[in-house]
C-alpha cells in the first residue's frame, strides 16, 4: 500500500512539472522564406513565428517562443530565432495561437526533432490553403431497417511538415488528416455533421450496412461552391 501511494505521488509530482525550454547560448538562426495563396498570389500580414515544444505539437506559448515575424506585402518574411537544445523546434505559419492569426487561412508546422541543426532555414513558395467549412448530411429516406455504419475522412487544417528532409524517420506525425465515425440506427431518419477543411480538397465517405461488411467508399470535393455532400439511403 505504502509502495503504491509513493508511486501515485511521483507521477502527480512529475506531472506537474513545467517544462522549460532551453535556449542555445549565443546561437541565432535566420529564418525566411515567401507565402502565397492557392492561385500563387503573395499574402499580406500572415504571422510566422518559431517556438519550442517537450512534445511534437507547437503550442506557441508566450515562455515556448523563439522569434517571430510577418509577412509583407511581396509575402516575404525574414527574422532571426533563438535555437532549443531540449526539445522539438518549428516554425508555425498562421498559428492559431498568435494574436495575428487569420482565421479564414489554414495553419502550417515545419517541425524539427530535438537535437542540434543549421544555422538558418529558407522556407520558398509555401502555399497557405483557405479553410473551407463543410457539412456532411446523412438521411435515411427509404425507410430503411438496417443500421448504417459510416466514417469519413478529410484533410485537417492545421498541417504539419518536416522543417528538413532529415527531421524525422516516421512519417506518421504528417499524414495530415482528420477522421469522424458513427452509425444510424433503424428508426433514426437523418444527421448532419458540420467541420472544416482545406478549400478545393477531397473527402473520402465510407459506409456499409453490417458490422462484417466491407466498407464502399466515395469520394468527394469540397468547394465554395460544393460544401455540402448528402448522403442518401
Known amino acids: ?48 513565428i518559431a517556438s519550442g515544444s517537450e512534445y511534437d505539437r507547437l503550442w506557441a506559448r508566450p515562455a515556448q517562443m523563439l522569434g517571430e515575424s510577418s509577412t509583407n506585402a511581396s509575402g516575404e518574411f525574414s527574422f532571426v530565432s533563438l535555437d532549443t537544445d531540449n526539445s522539438f523546434y518549428g516554425v508555425s505559419v498562421n498559428h492559431s495561437n498568435h494574436q495575428d492569426y487569420r482565421e479564414e ?52 487544417t492545421e498541417i504539419y511538415r518536416k522543417l528538413h528532409e532529415d527531421s524525422f524517420d516516421n512519417t506518421i506525425r504528417f499524414q495530415n488528416g482528420s477522421e469522424y465515425w458513427n452509425r444510424i440506427l433503424p428508426g433514426e431518419d437523418e444527421m448532419t455533421i458540420s467541420a472544416k477543411t482545406i478549400e478545393n480538397s477531397y473527402l473520402q465517405f465510407y459506409y456499409k450496412f453490417s458490422a ?22
Open 1 to 48: 500500500m505504502k509502495k503504491v501511494l509513493l508511486l501515485l505521488i511521483f507521477i502527480v509530482i512529475t506531472g506537474c512539472v513545467k517544462h522549460n525550454v532551453g535556449v542555445v547560448g549565443s546561437k541565432r538562426m535566420l529564418i525566411s522564406g515567401n507565402i502565397l495563396n492557392a492561385e500563387n498570389t503573395p499574402i499580406e500580414n500572415i504571422s510566422v
Open 105 to 156: 487561412f489554414s495553419t502550417i508546422h515545419f517541425l524539427d526533432s530535438i537535437g542540434s541543426r543549421g544555422n538558418s532555414f529558407e522556407l520558398t513558395n509555401i502555399q497557405l490553403p483557405k479553410i473551407q467549412e463543410f457539412q456532411v448530411k446523412v438521411n435515411n429516406t427509404s425507410a430503411r431497417n438496417d443500421t448504417l455504419f459510416f466514417e469519413f475522412s478529410y484533410s485537417s
Open 212 to 233: 462484417e461488411a466491407v466498407y464502399d467508399t466515395i469520394n468527394v470535393e469540397i468547394t465554395p461552391e460544393n460544401p455540402v455532400y448528402e448522403f442518401s439511403y
